[in-house]
C-alpha cells in the first residue's frame, strides 16, 4: 500500500473506476476540490493520506480517502471522549487515522476497489485493503484508523476482520415512486397532513420565492450569497468555517448538475440556500444557511420539503437530509441505521471502547422501534 499526500497524485480517472458514479462525495472531483480550494489540509486537522494499493503490474486495485487527524472535528462520529481517557492514561489519540469525506456525515462506499471486477476478486481486494489501512496504524504507530459512514457491507466485512463496529442514526426519505409531493401527503395520517401542508402555507405566505439551480447556472454571485449564508450558521453554531469560499465554485465546475442549490428569494434578493449533491438515485442535504432567522418553517421548507419535491421530479429514491434531528420524523423521515468501523492498538483502549460499543448497539437498536413509531405515515389496517 502506498499513501499519498495529495489526490492530485492519483489520476482522476483511475480513482473513479474504484469510486464508481453512484455517490459524488466519494468521487475525485469532490475530494479535490476540498483539498484544491484549500479546505481539506494539515491547517484544518485533516492532512491527506489517502490509501491506495497496487497490483504487481503497478495497476490501481483500490483506494480509500483518508487522513491524518489532529482532532475529531468535522467527522460526526464522536469519539472525544476515547481520546480523553487514554490521554488520561498517559496515550496519546492523535493523530489518528480517519477514512472518511470531511465535514460529510453521507453514507458511501469507503474501501474503493475498481468497479471490473467480479463480486469475489472485488471483496478479496476489499479485505487487502482493510488490512493495509490496519497495518498503517501499526507501522506509523498511531493510535487508531476510524472509517465512518461506511456502506453495511464494509461494516460486516470489516466486523469479519476484527474491527470494532459502531452504528448511529440518521433519517431518511424514502421515495417509492411518488407522482407528486400530494401523493406523498396522501400517505400521511390526517393531523400529520394537516400539520405539514400548513408549515409549507406560512413558509410560502411571507413573500419568498423558491428555486433549484444546478452546476453551471449557478452564478459566482449567487455562491456569494450562500457562502454568507454558510458563515451565519456557522457563527450562530459556534462552529468552524472549514469550507472556504473556492470550494463551492469548484463543485459547480467540477460536478456540474450533480451540485443542486435550493435558493429562498424575497423580492429578486437571495435569503437563504440550501446545498444538495445529486448521487445517482439520492439527494443528499449538506449545508444550509439564512441572511434572518425569522422567517417561519424556512428550514424546513428550504432543506426538507424542496429537497422531497426536486427528488420527486427527477425519480430519485431516496433524500438524505444530514445528520441528527429527530424533527426530521414528524416530516415523513425514517430512521436509518449509519454504520462505522474502528481498528484501536492499544489492547486496554480496544477492550474499554469494544464493551461500550456493545452497550450502544443495543441501546440504538432499542431505539429503532420507537422511533418509527413516531413517523407521520398512515397505519397500516
Known amino acids: 500500500m502506498s499513501l499519498h499526500r ?25 475530494l479535490s476540490a476540498l483539498e484544491d480550494s484549500g479546505s481539506a489540509e494539515a491547517r484544518t486537522g485533516w492532512l491527506p493520506q489517502h490509501a491506495a494499493v497496487h497490483a504487481a503490474d503497478g495497476s490501481l486495485l483500490a483506494v480509500a480517502p483518508m487522513y491524518a487527524k489532529s482532532h ?40 474503493l476497489v475498481r468497479r471490473d471486477m467480479g463480486e469475489e476478486e472485488a471483496r478479496t481486494n476489499a479485505r487487502m485493503l482493510a488490512g493495509a489501512l490496519r497495518q498503517a496504524c ?20 470489516m466486523g469479519g476482520e476484527g474491527w ?30 394537516k400539520t405539514l401542508k400548513r408549515e409549507r402555507r406560512d413558509a410560502h405566505g411571507c413573500g419568498l420565492t423558491f428555486e433549484a439551480v444546478r452546476g453551471p447556472d449557478i452564478t459566482e454571485e449567487l455562491w456569494d450569497h450562500f457562502y454568507r449564508f454558510y458563515l451565519s450558521t456557522v457563527d450562530r453554531k459556534w ?78 429514491r431516496r433524500v438524505e437530509a444530514g445528520a441528527q434531528g429527530e424533527h426530521k420524523l414528524q416530516r415523513g ?29 443495543a441501546a440504538i437498536m432499542g431505539e429503532m422501534d420507537v422511533m418509527n413509531a413516531m413517523t407521520p405515515y398512515r397505519t397500516q389496517s
Open 72 to 111: 475529531s472535528f468535522g467527522e460526526y462520529v464522536f469519539d472525544q471522549q476515547w481520546a480523553r481517557a487514554f490521554e488520561q492514561a498517559g496515550g496519546e489519540y492523535y493523530p489518528k487515522l480517519q477514512v472518511a469525506v470531511p465535514f460529510s456525515p453521507v453514507t458511501g462506499p469507503r474501501l
Open 138 to 157: 501499526g507501522e506509523l504507530g498511531l493510535s487508531s484508523t476510524h472509517v465512518t459512514f461506511c456502506e453495511r457491507g464494509e461494516y460486516e466485512l
Open 6 to 30: 495529495r489526490i492530485a497524485d492519483i489520476p482522476a480517472a483511475q480513482w473513479d473506476l474504484c469510486a464508481g458514479d453512484d455517490n459524488p462525495f466519494v468521487s475525485h472531483a469532490f
Open 239 to 316: 462552529g468552524s468555517a472549514y469550507l472556504r469560499r473556492p470550494f463551492f465554485s469548484l463543485l459547480s465546475q467540477r460536478l456540474g448538475d450533480r451540485v443542486v442549490l435550493m435558493i429562498a428569494r424575497r423580492d429578486a434578493t437571495p435569503v437563504a440556500g440550501a446545498l444538495n449533491l445529486m448521487g445517482r438515485d439520492t439527494l443528499y442535504g449538506r449545508n444550509w444557511g439564512c441572511d434572518r432567522g425569522d422567517w417561519p418553517f424556512l428550514h424546513f421548507e428550504l432543506c426538507y420539503y424542496q429537497a422531497m419535491e426536486f427528488a420527486i421530479a427527477h425519480g430519485l
Open 333 to 361: 423521515y425514517r430512521p436509518c441505521l449509519t454504520y462505522s468501523t474502528h481498528w484501536i492498538e492499544h489492547p486496554g483502549l480496544r477492550n474499554a471502547v469494544a464493551e461500550f460499543l456493545e452497550h450502544e448497539r
Open 164 to 193: 470494532l463496529q459502531r452504528l448511529g442514526v440518521q433519517y431518511h426519505w424514502d421515495n417509492p415512486g411518488y407522482g407528486s409531493f400530494d401523493d406523498f401527503l396522501a400517505t400521511l395520517a390526517s393531523r400529520k397532513r
